[in-house]
């Protein structure tokens, strides 16, 4: 249920029309809660038809404008009372690991060169973070709007520097065995 969650947040910081809310979630929501553009199309039906956002008025004729929603007082309830509520960490699922596992039963073939582009795919991430990072967080923006999105791209970052660190253990470990 967290998709509307995420939509509803978007629309909170900026009313937004569908695809500029795609757009934002290809560059900021969706490097920790992804969805497709269908997806996002699909859930503002949903949180239009019930009551917990609308279209904007427009001054041009509907056919073919793009229209721009806003959250109503509904939606802005329903997105406190679910960022109140507690909720467990969800157990992680990752291939790689499940891969590995694997290896350990029937050999290690290919896996250096996949720990490889795992460690490389993590140090570009972890690159972008940083550039986010200083481009949108200098030391004078403190508000606690801004501490608070700095806190989760600083779990980004974290979880980068947890998965470069890790990957570089299992290459040294792997390397030794070949």
């Given at each position: ?37 269908q997806q996002i199309y699909r859930e503002l039906g949903k ?28 939606g802005r309830a329903e997105l406190a009372a679910w960022a109140a509520a507690g909720q467990d960490p969800r157990p ?87």
């Open positions: 249920m967290s998709l509307p969650h995420a939509i509803l947040t978007a629309l909170l910081e900026k009313p937004s029309s569908g695809l500029e809310l795609t757009r934002r979630f290809d560059r900021s929501f969706g490097f920790f809660w992804s969805a497709t553009h949180l239009e038809q019930s009551g917990a956002i609308r279209a904007l008025p427009s001054e041009a004729p509907a056919r073919g404008q793009k229209k721009e929603y806003e959250v109503l007082p509904a992680m699922r990752d291939p790689l690991l499940l891969r590995m596992r694997a290896a350990a039963v029937v050999g290690t073939d290919g896996l250096t060169a996949e720990l490889r582009r795992h460690l490389d795919l993590h140090e570009r991430q972890l690159e972008m973070y940083e550039g986010i990072e200083r481009r949108d967080f200098p030391p004078e923006r403190d508000s606690e709007q801004d501490r608070l999105r700095h806190l989760v791209l600083r779990g980004g970052i974290e979880l980068e520097t947890f998965w470069i660190r890790w990957l570089t253990q299992a290459l040294d470990t792997v390397d030794g065995e070949e």
